[in-house]
């Protein structure tokens, strides 16, 4: 299973941009610790409350992303912002989902999706506008 920590590795290179992304997996990891603990807790107030930070957080860090790229005349803002869009949507899918019945499952279902988002879209959607400023801002 991904683990929930920084490291090096998932740097992409813009300093306030880590910070986000860094912000992004200690929600996450809120999450994990909660699987870990177990099925005997009940953590409705909880996930609630984490996946509402996780979606206000995320929408925070996307629109400071997409006000960058904007700002660099990024060719492919558009596409990126598509891909933040359908994230948005399916956060606001699983907050709505029927948390009581089955928490764990939420969870782990939420981590899944998040682990599956931090590899397809951080270290290689993200990456990518990193190259094209390297390449064309000075
Ligand atoms: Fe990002
Ligand atoms: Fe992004």
Known sequence: MFSWSWKDDYSIGIKTIDEQHKKLIEIAGKLEDM??????????????????????????????????????????????RIQHLYFVNRIGKLAMKDIDN?????I????????????????KIDTKYVDYIDKNVD
């Not at 409705?44 to 409350?49: A, G, L, R």
């Not at 790229?69 to 492919?76: A, D, G, T, V, W």
């Open 35 to 80: 699987l870990h603990t177990g099925e005997s807790l009940d953590y409705y107030d909880y996930i609630i409350e984490a996946i509402n930070e996780l979606k206000e957080y995320t929408e925070y860090h996307f629109r400071y992303e997409e006000e960058k790229l904007k700002e660099f005349n990024y060719p492919e803002l558009e596409e990126h």
């Open 102 to 106: 089955d928490q764990l499952e939420v």
């Open 108 to 123: 782990s279902e939420t981590l899944d999706f998040l682990a599956r988002w931090f590899f397809s879209h951080i270290l």
